[in-house]
């Protein structure tokens, strides 16, 4: 029996580039028998292989996988973004050179068209069968979700249909609001219809509170877009993101009242673990068996990788005492790699590897990190090289560091930061809602909580183009700290209409006549106050904001679908 979903074969096949390739395409009737999804266990079958969609490290042969959140203004690979810079912004001519595709909503519309077919043989089945079912509804608005935040407006497209479908076939794109709408009636179902994280007797699979996260976060997305990018192109008229803001917090607030999930105690271990079912933060990850699965190119994070933070991600952290480094007099040196650290908000020893964190241990023997090695080319060209993800212990089975490492997909952090942030944005956030949200991550730290209206003023706040006021200043940089390189970047830049932070300048890396990282020569130009500009031959970014902040349809699909309109600036 044939299963069009990715569990059994290459989505690929089934790739929908455009309205001429969807005509010629077999429909998926044909080469998957209806009477497959009789059950709970060919629901679970096929809801399986949308799991491989998530984020994860990637089966990479060159050695190494980039830092999330790299090529945005917190970390840097070898070139700088072509959207952020400006460098280079081109309508694709295909969809096969875009991230316009309908494959995986195709796929996920088959199922839930399919779902009424199960039967379930037992109550306790029957639990099951509404699990899957739940898992369907969730991965469809997912997939809706990467879709939004490339191309706003979406032809929204609520069954599965074939190629003698026109209306549907030539649709127009919907507001993007109703395509969030859309989304969030989707999880609200998903919802539902799942079980609770302990209910569920195998992990890591998707639970009620991971939907529950995921409508805070496409909620508080929408929300701040609506609200920043009120009045221009990519504005939705008649809306100030107000309502989206407020299902983002009670959805996030319904996971912080179920008591399931909790902080694991020490920030600096999340990241480089192999196994996190035990973890009572993580609420949805992806597990490795690189030698099970006999696969010589899964690489994840080796170091070095070609990456680096900036200097504006490190300036991020305050200092120990809660206060801003600028005014504060217990920070160390920003100019001295030895000291950076000292006096600061612990996570930035998480972050960044300074003299003496440790590299490898083997064997009994620990070898520490002593200065960025300009002379590997693998070597990242900020200075600012990352303790992130870096597990340091040899694993013989590997000859080299384990495979194996986990990849956090959700965890509860993001819950309180997205309820903190939705508060603040509507007005309404007290010191109760502090002290149960973000104050909680800076005591896990050991870092002194927020007290509203004593918030001291940095005079280094990000320039955003705007005012905000303190309370979101300070929510905003928790964010920034808290889930630095964890992908989350771009999405922010992105709805909080950000591009004041990066236009008109370029990314800065670590001081470099501090003893370290001009231990080994490097010839990359300084500014003026003797920071590494790792791409001054680039130029200063010049992002266009009249419409970089969607992506382009590709032009085949405006020429085969007419009712489709371009996205603002790309006429």
């Known amino acids: 029996m044939k299963n069009i979903l990715k569990l059994l074969i290459l989505s690929s096949i089934f790739s929908l580039t455009s309205c001429e390739d969807f005509l010629e395409k077999i429909p998926l009737d044909t080469v998957s028998e209806a009477s497959f999804y009789q059950n709970s266990s060919d629901l679970q079958a096929a809801v399986n292989g949308f799991y491989n969609d998530l984020p994860g490290w990637a089966s990479t042969g060159v050695g190494f996988n980039t830092l999330p959140d790299s090529n945005t203004d917190m970390g840097l ?52 069968v509404d699990q899957y079912s739940g898992e369907a509804y969730f991965f469809r608005a997912y997939y809706y979700f990467n879709l939004l935040n490339s191309y706003g407006d979406l032809p929204i497209y609520p ?20 395509v969030v709408d859309f989304m969030l009636s989707d999880l609200d179902t998903a919802i539902s219809l799942m079980q609770s994280y302990p209910e569920i007797s195998s992990h890591p699979r998707i639970s009620k509170e991971a939907a529950q996260l995921f409508k805070a976060r496409v909620a508080l997305y929408e929300g701040t877009w609506e609200k920043y990018h009120s009045g221009t192109d990519f504005g939705v008229a008649g809306s100030d993101g107000s309502t989206y ?163 956090i997909i959700m965890r509860y952090a993001e819950v309180l930061l997205i309820f903190a942030e939705a508060k603040a944005e509507l007005g309404s956030i007290t010191q109760s809602d502090l002290d ?28 955003y183009g705007y005012t905000l006021t303190s309370i979101i200043y300070e929510v905003r940089r928790e964010r920034s700290v808290e889930l630095m390189a964890e992908g989350f970047r771009t999405d922010d830049l992105n709805r909080w209409r950000a591009h004041a932070l990066i236009d008109g300048d370029q990314p800065r890396g670590a001081f470099y006549n501090d003893g370290v990282v001009n231990t080994l020569p490097l010839a990359t130009p300084l500014d003026a106050e003797g920071f590494l500009l790792p791409f001054s031959n680039f130029g200063n970014y010049n992002f266009d904001e009249s419409r970089a902040y969607l992506s382009p349809i590709p032009l085949d699909q405006l020429q085969l679908n007419p009712n489709l309109i371009q996205n603002p600036g790309w006429e």
Request: charged content about 20%.
């Open 77 to 128: 690979t070898e070139n700088p973004s072509n959207r952020l810079s400006g460098l280079s912004l081109e309508v694709p001519s295909a969809a096969t050179n875009s991230i316009w595709s309908w494959d995986e909503v195709r796929e996920a519309n088959w199922l839930i068209d399919h779902l009424d077919q199960a039967v379930a043989s037992s109550e306790g089945d029957q639990i099951l």
């Open 159 to 178: 069954e599965y249909f074939d190629n003698t479908d026109t209306e549907l076939l030539y649709k127009a794109r919907d507001p993007r609001n109703e």
């Open 245 to 407: 803001l407020q299902i983002a917090a009670n959805a996030a607030e319904a996971v912080m009242n179920s008591g399931v999930f909790s902080l694991h105690d020490d920030y600096s271990t999340l990241f480089n673990q192999v196994g996190l079912s035990d973890n009572t933060e993580v609420m949805l990850w992806r597990d490795y068996d690189a030698i099970q699965f006999s696969n010589d190119n899964v690489i994840q994070i080796s170091w070095p990788n070609r990456c680096g933070y900036t200097k504006f991600a490190v300036d991020s952290y305050l200092a120990a005492d809660g206060l801003p480094t600028a005014v504060s007099t217990l920070d160390g040196s920003s100019t001295d790699l030895n000291t950076i650290e000292i006096g600061r908000d612990p996570r930035l020893a998480a972050l960044i590897m300074v003299p003496g964190d440790e590299v490898e241990i083997r064997d009994g023997v620990t070898s520490v990190w002593e200065f960025p090695d300009w002379t590997d080319a693998n070597t990242g060209n900020t200075g600012y090289e990352s303790q992130k993800y870096r597990n340091v212990n040899y694993d013989a089975a590997f000859s080299n560091f384990t495979l194996n490492t986990s990849r």
């Open 436 to 463: 149960k949200s973000v104050n909680l991550l800076r005591t896990r730290v050991g870092m002194p909580g927020i007290t509203l209206g004593a918030i001291t003023t940095d005079p280094n706040w990000p320039n």
